[in-house]
């Protein structure tokens, strides 16, 4: 685990607000962006941009006074601990520029990693100009069909944390509601006041003949590149979205079909509500594609009300299978790309990928796992364009901490620590637990899952401090885990004798 020091708990309160008052109270800094960089993992940057004197001392905090949550934000405090906590080890500066940051999609330049996926946050004209303007190096615009669609109201549900940010978000949405001729006009307009910018143009056919005709349309309207949508679990009747995913024989068809309508490079889309991806991921390939986009949407169900006993979202007492994202399906979605990027049958495709990232740290995560471009929605649509610049400047960062001169130097770096199976993990080994007694207020909580959700190996002494009995102890780490303080970390090891 990336070991950080200040945490979102210590913040949980502020509510990373637009032209913050925080800010606009402070006469030296910029504290709501301090506080949105610890919130996204990117508590060095935050620390790097701070004077070399702390521009706190003496101060009597106006910020926390003028915040709309007042006196429940710490800002003072935390802006101290960046300050004396974080400065003090940084090891290098903030890079200056982003050259480290280019890669490149199917041999097409991207400024950096960072794409709006298909939906919502990449839908009109204007949404992808502001995008462009704050710094994402393109977008996959809201999949295009030809068939008319008519959205439900409300369509979104979510899963929230104690202080209501959305970890698991639920959506019934469908695709662009704008016409073929409409959107063919947005591409050629962002193609001509944003030429550097990357274009991806998720579509989705009925048959053959219109796969065919969208990646023909795309393609001569400015589009890069193509996604295949073969994965929208909010339109599977009539053998469109999810149900095209799960069908080998589908995805090399309706592949085939698009790829005889454009010369440019093509991402398919595959389903992950399927046993294993590579299947379809096999046959996309047989059908011309260069490449894949991991993850989509995840069918789900959130919520049923206790009274009128509808899930969500409620569209006049009837709900419906949606598509689940955000932070929640990000194990999953670095599961699915760690197939496709282990599968010898598809090296060296191109691996998009998105699900869960939030964060700089996300994203590198699935950088490690093989994906060379990386795709945001759920984020955006909590925490607006904005995110970009955490993203950019952790990444940045990290990659000079690692003497990386480019990002291409990370990509698939953890594929090899990954196995399909438990079988090959070393068994001879047990690591204990480690208390930190200066960090612990003696909750309890260790001892009580390790009584009744582990092994019995650890007890309360008179100074409510945890006491672990080595004999019981067998290195789950359920204790490190539970522990609000993040009080206790990896110890010393044991080594079992081999039968």
Known sequence: MFQKTIYRADMLRCALCTDAPCSAACGRLKPADLLRSIWFDNEKIAAARLPAENPCLGCPAPCEAACVRPGEVPIK????????????????????????????????????????????????????????????????????????????????????????????????????????AENMEIFRRLKKNYPTKFILASIMGQNEAEWEKLARQCQENGADAIELNFSCPNMAEGGLGSDIGQDPELVERYTAAARRGASIPILMKPTPNVAAMSPSAEAAKRGGADGFAVINTIKSIIGVNPHTYVSAPAVHGMSALGGYSGAAVKPIALRFLAELGKNPKLAGMHLSGMGGVESWLDALEFILLGASSIQVTTAVMQYGYRIIDDLKSGLKLYLAEKGFSSVKEAVGLALDSVSETTDVLERDTVIFPKFHPEKCIGCGRCAVSCADGGHQAIRLNAERRPVLDGKNCVGCHLCVLVCPQRAISSGRKRFLKKS
């Open 77 to 180: 405090g935390l802006i101290r601990r960046l300050h004396e906590e974080v400065r003090p080890k940084l090891e290098l500066p903030e890079p200056e520029n982003e050259d480290c940051l280019r890669t490149e999609l199917c041999g097409i330049p991207l400024e950096n990693p960072f794409l709006l996926s298909s939906s919502v946050v990449a839908s009109t004209y204007d949404m992808c100009a502001r995008a462009f303007e704050a710094g994402w190096a393109g977008a996959c615009f809201k999949t295009i069909c030809s068939f008319e669609i008519h959205e439900v109201s409300p369509r979104f549900s979510a899963i929230t944390g104690d202080n209501g940010t959305i970890i698991g978000f639920k959506n019934v949405e469908q695709l662009s509601d704008h016409s073929v």
